[in-house]
């Protein structure tokens, strides 16, 4: 017998108005794994993430979603961060007018576990050594290390990454892999959507692929790496 999921989407479907995009997926994740959720452009990937943290646009209209044994199908998106689901969207919402430690401080629960803000310091040395420098004025790696962090401070049971290497030089996307290593091997379960697909392949454990809104693929990271016709077809890659 098999362990249970630890996060778990079932006949997810979900809309933006009268535009049916995530078209009935279901998935497992397991716990302590790093699983890279991939596709084209417009493939429902980012509807995908937003779905499963509740943010009400899109609507899910059908299907369940389960985080260690909780229905987040039944929460808002304040219920689902506080039942541990920890969303770090694109655009990192950085605090303005925040230094990086009051951004921190800010999400930190109290009191703290786990993540202190010592701790995310040293996860993130670049943090700590801006620590009184305001956040929005970091540079853009800098930045998405704050996202995570921020995440990482309230004590999550998965993070949810849309995206975090966009724009971001290969030294320091380099630094945030190795990140991600470090808090995989703390126990962190992770969903990484990228669009470079060749990194989040080699970082990853399993990979999904969607396809306008269906998955066409669910099974280890390595067999995409190796498959040239399933890579050349949904990644273009
Ligand atoms: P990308 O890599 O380009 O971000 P994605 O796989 O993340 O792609 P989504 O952002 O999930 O794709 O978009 C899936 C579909 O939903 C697209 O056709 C997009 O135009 C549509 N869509 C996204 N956001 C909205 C919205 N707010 N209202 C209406 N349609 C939307």
Known sequence: Q???AFLSVWDM???????????GISFNVHEGEILALLGRNGAGKTTTLRSIARLGNPQVLKGEIWLDHQPLH????HEAAQAGLGLVPEDRRIIPGLSVEENLQLAQIQPPVGWSIERLY???????ERRRQEGVT???GEQQMLSIARALARDIKVLLLDEPYEGLAPVIVD???KTLTHIKSQGMTTI?????AVRALKLADR???????????DGSASEVLENADLRAEYLAI
């Open 122 to 128: 040293e996860l993130f040395p670049r943090l700590g």
């Open 74 to 77: 039944r929460m808002s998106s």
């Open 175 to 177: 630094e945030i892999e």
């Open 138 to 140: 970091l540079s853009g």
């Open 192 to 196: 990484l959507v990228e669009q470079n």
């Open 207 to 217: 990979a999904i692929i969607l396809d306008t809104g269906s998955i066409v693929y």
């Open 13 to 23: 479907h979900s809309y933006y108005g009268e535009s049916y995009i995530v078209q």
């Open 2 to 4: 098999t362990a249970p």
